[in-house]
């Protein structure tokens, strides 16, 4: 049977972008290690420049690969900035013979292929996992970052919220939500992840379920190395300006958890939300959330021009 995703979806959601002007190149970060990631097209002439643009570097989240959960942002944003959307170690076209499986590493290979592209700062735009991830990188790279937007995230998955999570959706493990086998298990984490899931048939659920969710074994590796224990927790000292900009119905880190996470963020932090919209609102509402994120991008650089 046809996979719909991968032989309908993914080609016009390809095709769409590269008419927007992103073309999926392959770096090599290290022999055996490589990441796919989608640039501007006019930067693959000439990577020893900086981008005429700002640039902004889209990071995914754990459910799909990047430019399946940035399309209509990656479209929306390429006219005015360079825009970046890399996969993720084991997603899409991205690979390692490494071991390492956490966020650090992750954050490793997404700076190094940015600086091979002559990419030397940038804003960071993540949602969930990518938004640990952009922490990581904004921590670790300071130089490089100079900028966030945040959508339902933590800094770090501590062992305490691990737990209440698991308590609140009676799971073993978070893998077992976040690595579906069935079609009921797809249906449960997306209903998790959205304001209201909207009626599909099982068929599209099965297909999804066939397209995204291979290399079982190192992504439930990366979901372990997520979490750590509450005493190793960093302390959320940042010198970018971030912006959480979250769905108001968040069901796995909801508003609350969102306005005291900018709390001790400190006073470089900002936050906003979006009507009726999930944990995975750039998905859920692209549209309203694309609006509220040139908006943030365009303060940003005023900030950078006024300094």
Not at 28 to 33: M, R
Not at 78 to 101: A, E, H, Q, W
Not at 188 to 195: A, D, K, P, Y
């Amino acid at each position: 049977m046809v996979n719909i995703f991968k032989m309908l979806v993914s080609p016009l959601v390809h095709g769409a972008v590269k008419l927007a002007g992103l073309t999926p190149k392959l770096v090599e970060i290290e022999p055996g290690t490589v990441l796919n990631i989608w640039v501007p097209t006019e930067t693959l002439k000439n990577t020893t420049k900086i981008p005429h643009k700002p640039v902004v570097v889209f990071l995914h989240s754990f459910a799909a690969d990047g430019i399946l959960t940035w399309f209509f942002q990656a479209i929306s944003l390429s006219g005015m900035y360079s825009v970046y959307v890399p996969d993720f170690i084991f997603f899409g076209d991205s690979t390692t013979d490494k071991l390492d499986r956490t966020t650090a590493f992750q954050a490793e290979c997404i700076a190094k292929g940015l600086s091979k592209l002559g990419v030397e700062k940038c804003t960071i735009v993540g949602l969930s996992y990518g938004g640990m991830v952009g922490f990581k990188m904004a921590r670790n790279y300071p130089d490089l970052v100079e900028s966030m937007v945040v959508s339902g995230t933590v800094v770090e998955m501590t062992e305490s919220i691990i737990a209440a999570l698991l308590k609140k959706y009676k799971v073993n493990c978070w893998s077992d939500m976040m690595m579906p086998t069935s079609v009921d298990g797809v249906k449960e984490m997306m209903s998790v992840g959205t304001h209201k899931l909207p009626w599909l048939p099982d068929i599209v659920y099965k297909h999804f379920l066939e397209a995204f969710f291979d290399n079982r074994k190192e992504r439930i590796e990366l979901l372990k190395a997520l979490v750590v224990n509450d005493k190793d927790a960093v302390s959320p000292n940042y010198t970018q300006r971030i912006h959480l900009l979250w769905g108001d119905d968040d069901k796995i880190h909801d508003s609350d958890f969102a306005r005291n996470m900018k709390e001790n963020l400190g006073e470089k932090a900002s936050i906003g939300f979006i009507d009726k919209a999930g944990h995975s609102s750039p998905v859920e509402r692209p549209f309203v959330f694309t609006q509220h994120l040139k908006k943030i991008l365009s303060s940003f650089r005023t900030e950078v021009k006024n300094e």
